[in-house]
């Protein structure tokens, strides 16, 4: 009996070490690049970096204020765009799940999320920039925009989905009638998940940098016109990243930094949306 | 379920309703038989047995309550239930007439009887048939058969009126005799009420099968 | 007009007819889930401002028929109603009804509570009311008072309004449940199980409750609990596989069925 049980035991210590081992592994990645970074970047972040424009070819100084507000910009277009059309589509594919016109929708969400994110700049380029005949914000936000839809829909139709039929039940049966129920009583309890699930769509295409090549272009001033191209974040990084200035290449590292940074407070405020969801028995 | 249980309850109820009625029958007939006999000894036994029968009725009664509050039952065996608590209370009832005879007999002790005793025993068989066939009807849970018995209560009024007749005659003969006459008059009531109580019996056994509740014989 | 109720005076047996108008008047109703038949030909007649209590063993159709009497039955795909259910005279399945309009007459209180998990009290009792479009603030304060009142819930969530509805013991939260369907002024309140999830004295409570409301609205409610049928009920139906076996006073059924089936249902011989 005593023989089996310090088996067991030790061996359960064995396994939970292995777990361990495997977590850290996981996560080793991550505190790298985060150190590789943090080390690299810190260096070149001072007020000048989030206030200035970029400087000349090869002279030091100067920063990356529109790249920054470029790419919040972008993230603002492209929620205008995803956001209404995700979770519109998201709640009609949970509240009317097995329609033909639900079935194609979820099916077509899946390809689009598969679709490499430099065809979607294709898409925004044919569709935006040339008919204007250059290269715009609003192209930019297009593209990011529709590679949110996909995203944003069906972790809408999870949350909504979620929401227990006892709360739809209660509103019908009050003589409310589904359409809203639906809106006024299914999506408000559902708010706090769908929130989640954007800014986490959001955190993702905060750092997509192909779709913008051809779409946002880049831009070394201020944006002042959505119908003008802008600077982002990914865009400035990979373009200093290959210039041949060190000064340039350390502020491509704290543009990095600054990057994961955004995208690690978007994933944090998410978690925070998540912790004060309503508590759905 | 527990309904097997609830079941078995129930049989043994019965059981115990059908042992109380003999005992109680069983009194009755002894009580007149000592009456007959003049037999002041068995008297006494009667008298002193009355407890026990007392305590048949306490013990049913807690059974009964014991059902009520666990099991909750309805419909059928509801009634039986409720039932049971009033029949028992009619055999306590005619076991106290019993000991009331027994009585008597004691009273009367060794005196002469004022007549020869037919009419008393007459009613006592009466009775004791009827005692049987409710028992019956009520194991067997057949309404007709408490009806046809609770019928017979007929004759042991007119037995009993009979009674009254000749012992008022014999009353105003001979005024001497009223102590003794007056004695075999009580043993008279009593066989009557128990008889009654007998008819009360038949009309729950009627409720019991059919949900009707009425006066048999009135 | 008036329906001639008859009630059996459990003593003599001699039946005593009450004068009752019917509230809800079901005429040969059948119901199907696709190609299940849950409810065969259910005729029956509920008495106006009575509790009347439907019995019967899991999956005779109880909550079925419950569910046809304000049209959300239909809301399960491949559902199907015939028949014809009139609420006061009027048939709510004839063509041109608003099923919508039918709910807000005939109102539902569900097994397990289910207040709205992101509105406070009183949002949840005004939900109804508000969501119909009724925006002045007095008006739906008042409503908000009289239906908690009516629920017994007011004494003590008055000077709480503003705290969720989840907040609640499971017993006051089923309370709000009915306050909320109160609201809207229905004239049948239909409770299925509503006590079932509930410890014994909030049971009892909803029960006083039910028996409270039926002076001034017609109550129907389904029970799987025999003595709850027989301790709040005026009437009471026994369902069996989709059929209605009996249907009377409730004193009558529970001393003296009709019925052998019924017989066996209520003592506890299956079910």
Known sequence: MDTRYRWRRSMDQGMTLVCLLCTVLVLTPLALVLAFLAQTGLSALNWDFFTKLP?????????????????????????????????LGGTFLSEYPQTQVSRISRFAADVMNGIP??????????????????????AGGVALGVMLIPTVMRTTEEVVRLVPQSVREAALALGIPQWKTTLRVVLPTATAGIVTGIMVALARIAGETAPLLFTAFGNRFWNRSILQPIAALPLQIFAYAISPFDDWHRQAWAGALVLVAIVLVVNTLARYATSRQVRLR | MTRGAFERDLRQLNEGVVRMGERAGEAIHGAVEALRARDVAAAERIIAEDDAIDALHMDLEQRCMRLLATQQPMAGDLRT?????????????????????SRAVKRLAAEPLVKPLVDIPQMDEILQGMIRDALMAFQMENADLARQTAAQDDAIDRLRNRVLHDMLEIMIHDPQTVPRALELLIVARHLERAADHVTNICERIVYIVTGELRELNV | MPKQLEVRNVETHAPTLVERNTAVQTDDLHAWFDRLHALRGITLSVPERQVTAIIGPSGCGKSTFLRCLNRMHELVPSARVSGVVRVHERDIYAPGVDPVLVR???????????????????????????????RDRRRLDEVVERSLRAAALWEEVKDRLHKPGTSLSGGQQQRLCIARA?????????MDEPASALDPAATLRIEELARELAKEITIVIVTHNMQQAARVSDVTGFFLAGQLVEFGSTTGMFTRPIDKRTEDYITGRFG
Not at chain 1, 117 to 138: K, N, Q
Not at chain 3, 182 to 190: D, F, K, M, R
Request: aromatic fraction near 6%; hydrophobic fraction near 55%.
């Open chain 1, 117 to 138: 994110s430099i065809v979607m700049g294709l898409f925004a380029y044919v569709l935006i920039v040339l008919p204007l005949r250059h290269f715009s914000a609003l």
């Open chain 3, 182 to 190: 109160l609201a809207v002024s229905p004239e049948v309140l239909l």
């Open chain 3, 104 to 134: 807000r007459r005939v109102g539902m209180v569900f097994q397990k509570p289910n207040p709205f998990p992101t509105m406070n009290i009183y949002d949840n009792v005004a939900a109804g009311v508000r969501l119909a479009g009724e």
């Open chain 2, 81 to 101: 239930i409720a039932s049971v608590f009033a029949i028992t209370i009619d055999l306590e009832r005619m076991a106290d007439h019993a000991e009331g005879i």
């Open chain 1, 55 to 87: 400087g000349a070819a090869g002279e030091p100084g100067g920063g990356m204020a529109n790249a920054i507000t470029g790419t919040l910009t972008l993230i603002g277009l492209a929620g205008c765009l995803g956001i209404p059309i995700g979770v």
